[in-house]
C-alpha cells in the first residue's frame, strides 16, 4: 500500500516502547501476584532480580535495593511468596516485569520451607555445634531478662528467681511480636554485652530471652537471621524462653542453653540457695569428721612410734662404760707419763754442769714444779677430750628435750580425756535444771512409751536430790482426779507434783 494513500504516522520504536511503559503503568498500578521464586540474584549494587512462576507462565521482578533490608522476608530459590509492586517494562529488551514493594510468604509451608532452609544454611556454618556454647554460671550475682515489661512472663520470672536465688535481675523491656520484635531483641542483647564489667550499670552473668507461647505467626520473630546470629555472637551466656515446651524456634538452635518455657528458665539460671546452704553444712560435717579422723591416726601414729624409741637409760649406757673405762686408765697412764719424763729428768740432770750438781736439792724441786703442772693440764686435756669423745652434754640435752615432749603430749592427752569426761558426765546436765526419771524398778526412763498413766517414778536432780511423782495422762481433756488418800509411809517422802 502507498504510505501517501494513509494519515496514520509511523512510530518509531523507542515511542512505541515508552508508550507501551506508560499504558502497563497506569493500567496495573498496583498488583498483588503470588508465585514461586527462582532465579534470584543479588547485584553488587544492592539492587534483587528474580523471576516469579507458576506452573504455566513466568514473569521477571526486581527490588530495589532501598527496599530489600525492609521486607518481610528476604526472596529464596523455591519460596512460595506474595509479592506487591506494579506492573512495568524494559525498553531497552521489549520485556514486561513487576517492581516489587513488598515481599511476604505465601503460607505456612512456605514459612517452614524457608525456616528450614535457613536453618540448614547456620548449621552448616557450624552456629549450631555443641562445643561454641558457653557453660552457664553457677552462681550468678546479675541476671539480664530481655521480654515484655507486661504480661505474666516477667511476674514468673521474677518471682521464682526471688524464691531460689535472691539476685540482681536487670530487665531490658522489648516487643516480642510483630516487624519490631527481632531489631528490639537484637538491640537488647548486643546493649547487655555492652556493659562494662564494674561499671555503674552492673553486667549480667546470664541472659533469659522470654516470651510466652503463641502461633508460628506470633513466634516468628524469633525464627529471624539477624537474631539467631546476634544470639550465637553474644558474650554472656543466653538461655532462649520463647513459647512453650513444644514450640521451637531458631534462636532456641544457636543458645547456649534452651528453657521450655520462662519459669523453667529462671529455674536453670539460678541454682536453689537452700540446697547449697545444706550442701556446705555437709561439707563442714565431712571436713570437721576428716580432720578428727586425721588427728587421731596421727595420735596412734605418735603413740606406736614413742614406743619404739630406747629408753635415756640404754642410749648413755654405752657412753658412761666408755667413760668409765677412760676413767680407770688415766691414773696408771699418769704414773707411767710421770715415771717416763722423771726416768728422762734423772738421766738429763746427770749430764748437767757441775754448778748444777752442787744444788741438786734445788734444781729438783724446780723441775717437780714444772712438771706437777704439766701435768695438772694434762689431766684437764684428757677429761676434756674423754667427755667430747663421750658425747654426753649433747646427750643429756636430747634426753631433756625427748622428755618434756614426751610430758608435753602427755599433759595435752590428759586435758583431752578430762575434757571428754566432763562433757560425758551425766550429772552435768542436771546443773542446767534438768533431772533424771528412774522408774520403780531403778531402771532409766527414756522415752514417754516407758512410762505407764498412774505409775510411780523418782526424779533425780542436781546435788543427788530425789523427789518422787505419779504419772498421768497430760492429753486428757478431763480434769485431773484427786489421788486417793493413803497412809503416810514412815520415811519422809517429799511432796508430790
Not at 528476604?74 to 506494579?86: D, F
Not at 540448614?120 to 541476671?143: D, H, N, S, Y
Not at 704439766?374 to 636430747?398: F, H, S
Request: with cysteine; glycine share 8%; charged share 25%.
Amino acid at each position: 500500500m502507498d504510505q501517501s494513500s494513509t494519515n496514520a504516522s509511523a512510530f518509531s520504536v523507542s515511542e512505541l516502547a515508552f508508550a507501551l511503559k506508560r499504558t502497563l503503568e497506569d493500567a496495573y498500578g498496583h498488583v498483588r501476584l503470588r508465585g514461586e521464586v527462582s532465579k534470584v540474584t543479588r547485584h553488587s549494587s544492592g539492587h534483587v532480580y528474580l523471576t516469579l512462576k507458576d506452573d504455566k507462565a513466568a514473569i521477571d521482578g526486581v527490588i530495589w535495593k532501598g527496599v530489600v533490608r525492609g521486607l518481610a522476608c528476604q526472596p529464596e530459590q523455591g519460596l512460595e511468596v506474595i509479592a506487591t509492586g506494579k506492573i512495568t517494562t524494559f525498553p531497552a529488551s521489549s520485556k514486561y516485569q513487576i517492581v516489587i514493594e513488598s515481599l511476604e510468604p505465601a503460607g505456612i509451608g512456605a514459612l517452614l520451607a524457608q525456616l528450614e532452609r535457613l536453618k540448614a544454611r547456620l548449621q552448616g556454618e557450624g552456629l549450631f555445634a555443641a562445643e561454641r556454647k558457653q557453660p552457664l554460671p553457677t552462681m550468678p550475682a546479675v541476671i539480664g531478662v530481655i521480654t515484655s515489661p507486661t504480661g505474666a512472663v516477667i511476674r514468673d520470672i521474677l518471682h521464682r528467681i526471688r524464691e531460689r536465688w535472691p539476685c540482681h535481675v536487670l530487665v531490658w523491656p522489648v516487643v516480642v511480636q510483630g516487624d519490631q520484635a527481632a531489631p528490639q531483641v537484637i538491640a537488647a542483647i548486643e546493649g547487655f554485652n555492652a556493659l562494662v564489667p564494674g561499671g555503674i550499670i552492673p553486667r549480667p552473668d546470664v541472659l533469659i530471652v522470654a516470651r510466652g507461647g503463641g502461633s508460628v505467626e506470633d513466634l516468628w520473630a524469633f525464627n529471624d537471621e539477624a537474631l539467631a546470629r546476634a544470639v550465637a555472637a553474644s558474650k554472656i551466656p543466653l538461655i532462649s524462653a520463647v513459647g512453650h515446651e513444644t514450640d521451637t524456634t531458631l534462636i532456641d538452635y544457636v543458645s547456649d542453653r534452651r528453657a521450655p518455657t520462662p519459669t523453667a528458665a529462671a529455674e536453670i539460671a539460678s541454682p536453689v540457695l537452700a540446697e547449697l546452704r545444706s550442701g556446705i553444712l555437709d561439707l563442714d560435717k565431712r571436713l570437721t569428721r576428716a580432720g578428727s579422723r586425721v588427728l587421731e591416726d596421727r595420735r596412734v601414729n605418735l603413740a606406736a612410734t614413742a614406743r619404739g624409741l630406747p629408753r635415756p637409760a640404754d642410749l648413755l649406757a654405752l657412753a658412761s662404760q666408755r667413760f668409765d673405762g677412760a676413767a680407770g686408765r688415766l691414773n696408771s697412764g699418769l704414773e707411767r707419763n710421770t715415771n717416763t719424763h722423771d726416768r728422762a729428768f734423772m738421766a738429763i740432770a746427770g749430764r748437767l754442769a757441775p754448778a748444777l750438781l752442787e744444788r741438786p736439792g734445788q734444781v729438783k724441786a724446780e723441775r717437780l714444779g714444772d712438771l706437777s703442772g704439766r701435768l695438772d693440764l694434762a689431766i684437764g686435756r684428757t677429761t676434756d677430750q674423754a667427755k667430747r669423745r663421750a658425747r654426753l652434754p649433747e646427750l643429756a640435752l636430747r634426753l631433756g628435750n625427748a622428755v618434756e615432749r614426751r610430758l608435753a603430749l602427755a599433759g595435752e592427752r590428759l586435758v583431752g580425756l578430762e575434757k571428754l569426761r566432763v562433757s560425758l558426765d551425766p550429772d552435768r546436765p542436771l546443773a542446767r535444771g534438768f533431772a533424771r526419771i528412774r522408774k520403780g524398778d531403778g531402771r532409766l526412763a527414756r522415752q514417754a512409751s516407758d512410762l505407764a498413766n498412774g505409775e510411780t517414778i523418782h526424779l533425780v536432780f542436781a546435788g543427788q536430790q530425789e523427789r518422787s511423782a505419779v504419772v498421768t495422762d497430760g492429753a486428757s481433756n478431763s480434769q485431773p482426779t484427786k489421788p486417793a488418800a493413803r497412809k503416810p509411809a514412815a520415811t519422809d517422802q517429799g511432796s508430790l507434783f
